[in-house]
């Protein structure tokens, strides 16, 4: 199954620095999301996206949706320590069976350094 | 509180034996989503469900199986048919119009 590219897929930074994050795909998405996992809990919902060139924040979370739709990005300002965890794109396209379905990015990694 | 849940948190299994992963949600949603994620992993898709009484395979469905009996609940049986069941596995819903998925706490499942 496919999943989008995520990128990067790891990164330490320091506290109080700034973070970016981007999703590409070959696929046109009519939706981009963005979400945050920490350990062994599901994937809590940051922002959501519905058109292309829309830039959306929540509060230190600033998120774009590409203008190819092929591509979204996430920013985070500031970070601090409770910002740790695995963070996801989402892509959403109608299936062939008419239904829609949601492409996963791989992840990115973040751990901050206080 | 509005919400999905998925039951219980961890779940060991012999080999062997079939197991049923519970998710519940109060939220009306008419779609329901499972995904299985595996360690340093995405999420990939195993089943979803757009209505009651209706559901189509996702991209790894071989060796699980899913019901719709009512629009809160969503199981996913995993059978002995899969071959490597241990992982997280986290069950979504969303709305009618689909834009936006809200996750359940995840269950993870040891075989043992």
């Known amino acids: 199954g496919q999943q989008l590219n995520q990128s990067p897929q790891s990164m330490f930074i320091q506290e109080g620095e700034d973070v970016s994050m981007n999703c590409t795909s070959s696929?046109?998405?009519?939706?981009w999301l963005w979400y945050k996992q920490d350990p062994g809990e599901g994937p809590v919902l940051l922002i959501a996206?519905?058109?292309?060139?829309e830039l959306t924040s929540n509060g230190r979370l600033t998120a774009q949706f590409g203008i190819t739709r092929k591509d979204s990005f996430l920013n985070i300002s500031a970070s601090i320590p409770s910002d740790v965890g695995i963070y996801f794109c989402?892509?959403?396209?109608?299936?062939?069976?008419?239904?829609?379905?949601?492409?996963f990015g791989t992840g990115t990694r973040l751990k901050v350094l206080a | 509180d509005g919400g999905i849940t998925q039951s219980p948190k961890y779940l060991f299994r012999k080999e062997g034996q079939n197991v049923t992963l519970s998710c519940e949600q109060n939220?009306?949603?008419?779609?329901m989503y499972w995904y299985r994620q595996d360690p340093g992993q995405g999420l990939r898709l195993i089943y979803y469900?757009?209505?009651?009484?209706?559901?189509q395979k996702g991209d790894i469905a071989e060796g699980y199986s899913v019901s719709r009996e009512k629009k809160e609940s969503f199981p996913l049986t995993v059978t002995s048919a899969q071959k490597n069941p241990t992982a997280f596995y986290l069950c979504?819903?969303?709305?009618?119009?689909?834009?936006?998925?809200?996750f359940g706490q995840g269950t993870r499942l040891t075989v043992v």
């Open positions: 979504a819903s969303s709305t009618v119009e689909q834009t936006e998925a809200f």
């Open positions: 696929s046109i998405f009519n939706t």
């Open positions: 996206l519905y058109k292309a060139g």
């Open positions: 989402a892509g959403r396209r109608p299936s062939t069976s008419g239904t829609y379905k949601y492409i």
């Open positions: 939220l009306n949603h008419d779609a």
């Open positions: 469900s757009q209505i009651v009484n209706d559901f």
